[in-house]
């Protein structure tokens, strides 16, 4: 199929392309990497009056640090962060998480500011973002204003964004915590079914000061298991204590039937990645990590 017929409109500046998005009253989308929203468009699933291209807004693709914070532009894109000095010694999590999202091609067009405001409860930036405390910066007519990334995503591609909104940035707080991702998916580069991140800091010998687990595919949104977190910060991660932050994930988890896998299916992956992400974890701090 192809798209329905639509203007076509090019920004020069973020200032620019809100003031688009606020003329078309909501009937117009942002045009960044186009990996999901083309695809919409052919399908049909949206038909807007107008398309924003934003892909020569200068200085939006950069990857710097700034007092404490890893600061990446809404444009920039999954191989730049992928291949990023910066994020893989501040980040190393995310590094790990953006290789898993599609294929060299997807990763070479698909921008973070993008995923972030498509919202795709299997997606892993969103996942990272939660993971990683982040902060998204959306501008609008009015102004810019800083979300946390616990309070953006409400739902299935449904954010807080307003029609006039644009995500201009991405600020994630160093981390020093070892890390740990896994996800299933039916081949690598497909969208998931499942996925998990832990990030845990080391207390003593063997202990964990604290985890956080962040889990992604098994609920309408991704999510920071705060239960499931708690029953395993201030322990050694022993067997019971991973049975019992599984079962939690599994308790918080709403999860679907789709025509990846079914709810039931979901269900009995998640105990076992979250096995799987505590043992990873705990093996790279035995190597080392930080």
Not at 40 to 53: F, H, K, S
Not at 69 to 82: K, M, N, T
Not at 86 to 101: K, N, Q
Not at 180 to 196: L, Q, T
Request: one cysteine or more; proline letters at 6%; aromatic letters at 6%.
């Amino acid at each position: 199929m192809k798209p329905a017929p639509f203007a076509y409109e090019r920004a020069a500046s973020a200032d620019e392309a809100v003031a688009m998005l606020d003329r078309y009253q909501g009937d117009a989308r942002l045009l960044a990497g186009g990996q999901s929203l083309v695809p919409l468009l052919n399908m049909r699933l949206m038909q807007p009056e107008a398309v924003i291209d934003v892909n020569r807004i200068p200085d939006l693709d950069g990857v710097r640090e700034d007092n404490g914070h890893v600061r990446i532009g809404a444009l920039a894109r999954y191989s730049a962060i992928e291949w990023s000095p910066i994020v893989g010694a501040r980040l190393p999590l995310l590094s790990e998480i953006v290789r898993y999202i599609g294929d060299r091609q997807v990763r070479t067009r698909g921008t973070i500011g993008g995923s972030l405001a498509h919202a795709d409860p299997t997606g892993e930036m969103a996942l990272a973002a939660l993971a990683l405390d982040a902060t998204i910066v959306v501008q609008s007519p009015t102004g810019t204003r800083e979300i946390a990334a616990r309070d953006f995503f409400l739902g299935p591609y449904f954010t807080v964004l307003e029609p006039a909104d644009m995500v201009v940035e991405v600020r994630f707080p160093h981390h020093t915590m070892v890390t740990a991702f896994a996800e299933h998916a039916r081949r690598h580069g497909d969208f998931c079914v499942i996925s998990v991140a832990a990030l845990g800091e080391p207390d003593g010998d063997a202990g964990w000061k604290t985890v956080r687990l962040a889990v992604g595919g098994a609920s309408h949104r991704p999510f920071v298991a705060d239960e499931a977190s708690a029953a395993l910060s201030n322990t050694a991660l022993e067997p019971d204590a991973v049975e019992a932050a599984g079962a939690a994930c599994v308790e918080a988890a709403e999860p679907s039937d789709d025509i990846r896998a079914s709810a039931d299916y979901r269900a009995h992956l998640l105990p076992i990645y979250v096995r799987r992400v505590l043992d990873q974890m705990k093996a790279r701090r035995s190597q080392g990590a930080t």
